[in-house]
């Protein structure tokens, strides 16, 4: 998803600018302390959560890093990452990952539905797992939808760009 250019920027006196710092705080919150299920609850049941490989071809051939993502997934497919989380099988997360989501650049714009609203952010995540002196440091940009589900609002469309190319992390079991 890219940002679109008609859309106006909200400021961030605006209230709607304001809630949606407060539910990526809490986003981040509850995927540093591994309340997955919580966490599908900010979801929208169609959501479409992605990670586009990233790529240094001359922008004649730039769309080939649309075509082919790191990852690609609805509703139903986190669902099963996060069940299997809490199995014995999930051994990449085993011991689970201290994560730090530090989430900051965030732009709000308005979108011709009034429901919905496109959000950019950028985002530093920092991985450790276990005693292990090695960790990650992953830094991106996020391209979210937002929607107003019943009051509320919901994730429902994510892409994440890292800045890397080549990603040197072991596995990317977490959540962004």
Known sequence: MQMSENG??????DPCYAEIIEFLH??????DHGQFSDWLGMLTGDVRYRMPVRSNL?????????????????MASLQVRVKRLSTDYAWAESPRSRTR???TNVRVRLTENPQEVEVSSYILVYRNRSNSSS???LSGERQ?????VD????????TVLLDQVVVGSRNLSIFF
């Open 8 to 13: 106006k920027n909200l400021s961030p006196a």
């Open 26 to 31: 809490h986003e981040a919150e509850l995927l």
């Open 58 to 74: 001359a922008p004649a051939r730039s769309d080939y890093k649309e075509k082919t993502e790191i990852f690609s997934e609805n």
């Open 101 to 103: 989501h530090l989430v």
């Open 135 to 137: 960790h990650d440091l």
């Open 144 to 148: 979210d939808l937002m929607r107003r």
């Open 151 to 158: 009051g509320k609002w919901r994730l429902a469309s994510r």
